[in-house]
């Protein structure tokens, strides 16, 4: 697992839309060969989406043969409604790229039979050739996509609870309010993320200093299902300074010093 260690948040956001773009660029994707992506919601990809909408206007990167899988969407939500992940990415990304609507795929939350839909979430993935790349954040509590502490690390697209923690995180979407925020999601599991060929976190701010430090010194927990990428064969994992403040020093030094060129 690579960590790479930026300055700041901005930083961080450059070198990942850089690297996703030559990502693509060299997969050189066609119709019948298209780049399948795995795409998070959140505050911490706002800037990447926005580097590569940059870089999309600038002709460095087309999205026009790339598919797309998010991790997650909350469930009993209209894909319109303000905060769900449909919309989300209607607004910060796929409305500002030439991505083919019928190319992008998010689990639906008001599907009728939940679990059919996330067994048809997993079969799509399958049949598009699974994931290239996936690029995820991390919750404060050291989830990736919706699986909290405690999810089996071999799990699949599935309905999760969401523990007090991420609905107090994500109430500042939702008026402040904790209630509002659905109390279960469809997501993806440990296990789909671990499917993909490669794997890019973005983890940045003070408040996910403590699952970084899990993921990077523990070992591999179900407790921090970030930790999970230590058995992941090509996982990079893009922080800043704030995140990487619980890190011990000799921890960053080594880092530092073995991305010294990729940074
Ligand atoms: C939600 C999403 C995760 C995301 C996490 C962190 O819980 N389901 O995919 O990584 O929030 O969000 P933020 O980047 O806003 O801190």
Request: charged share 25%.
């Amino acid at each position: 697992m690579r960590l790479l260690i930026h300055r700041n948040y901005e930083k961080a956001c450059a070198w990942i839309g850089d690297y996703i773009t030559k990502r693509i660029r060299d997969f050189n994707p066609q119709k019948e060969n298209p780049f399948v992506i795995g795409l998070p919601t959140g505050s911490s990809p706002l800037g990447v989406y926005r580097e590569l909408i940059k870089k999309h206007k600038n002709g460095e990167v087309s999205f026009a043969n790339v598919i797309s899988f998010n991790m997650d969407e909350y469930a009993g939500l209209p894909p319109d409604h303000p905060q769900s992940y449909a919309r989300f990415m209607k607004d910060n990304f796929f409305g500002s790229v030439d991505i083919d609507p019928k190319n992008t795929h998010i689990p639906n939350g008001l599907a009728p039979d939940l679990a059919k839909e996330c067994l048809a979430y997993e079969e799509a993935i399958r049949a598009g050739g699974g994931i290239e790349l996936f690029l995820g954040g991390v919750g404060s509590d050291g989830h990736i996509a919706f699986n909290e502490p405690g999810s089996s690390l071999a799990s699949r697209t599935r309905i999760k609870t969401l523990t007090p923690e991420t609905r107090r995180d994500n109430a500042r979407f939702f008026g402040g309010d904790e209630s509002k925020v659905p109390a279960t999601a469809l997501t993806v599991g440990v296990g789909t993320v671990m499917d993909a060929r490669e794997v890019v976190i973005i983890a940045c701010g003070r408040n996910k200093a403590p699952a970084l430090r899990a993921a990077v010194e523990g070992g591999v927990s179900h407790w921090c299902p970030l930790s999970c990428l230590q058995m992941h064969p090509k996982a990079i994992i893009v922080c800043d300074e704030d995140a990487a403040g619980a890190l011990r020093a000799s921890t960053v030094k080594y880092f530092k010093d073995i991305e010294r060129d990729a940074i």
